[in-house]
C-alpha cells in the first residue's frame, strides 16, 4: 500500500519556525491530494491545510503557515512561521492516492509528529 513518514517536529519557542516534512512511498500510481491535520489529547483532529488541484488553510493559520508539495519526491511540507502555544498538537500528514490507475483514490494517514510551542 501506501506508508507515510513524518519528519520536522520538536520544541520551539513562540514566534518560532518549523517544518515539517512528509514522504509518501509505497505502491503508489498518482496521489490525489495532500493535507496537514493535528490533534490535542483529548480533543478532535483538526484540518491545518491542504494542497492539491487548490490550497487551502484553516482560518487559524492562515497567513503563518505554507504548505507546498515536491511531486517528484511524493513529499508534502508546512512551513510554520510566527508559531504560537496553541498550535501545539501531534501533527499528522494525510494523503488521497491511486495505488492502480483503474481504483479509486484512497486515504491514507501518517503516524504523527510532535510540535510543542513554549510560551
Known amino acids: 500500500q501506501v506508508q507515510l513518514a513524518e519528519s520536522g517536529g520538536g520544541l520551539v519557542q513562540a514566534g518560532g519556525s518549523l517544518r515539517l516534512s512528509c514522504a509518501a512511498s509505497?505502491?503508489?500510481?498518482?496521489?490525489?491530494?495532500m493535507a496537514w491535520h493535528r490533534q490535542v489529547p483529548g480533543k478532535q483532529r483538526e484540518w491545518v491545510a491542504s494542497?492539491?488541484?487548490?490550497?487551502n488553510y484553516a482560518d487559524s493559520v492562515k497567513g503563518r503557515f505554507t504548505i507546498s508539495r515536491d511531486i517528484a519526491k511524493n513529499t508534502v511540507y508546512l512551513q510554520m512561521n510566527s508559531l504560537k502555544p496553541e498550535d501545539t498538537a501531534v501533527y499528522h500528514c494525510?494523503?488521497?492516492?491511486?495505488?492502480?490507475?483503474?481504483?479509486?483514490?484512497?486515504?491514507?494517514w501518517g503516524q504523527g509528529t510532535q510540535v510543542t510551542v513554549s510560551s
Open positions: 494525510k494523503v488521497w492516492a491511486k495505488t492502480r490507475s483503474y481504483r479509486p483514490a484512497s486515504e491514507y
Open positions: 509505497g505502491s503508489i500510481f498518482r496521489i490525489v491530494s
Open positions: 494542497i492539491g488541484d487548490i490550497t
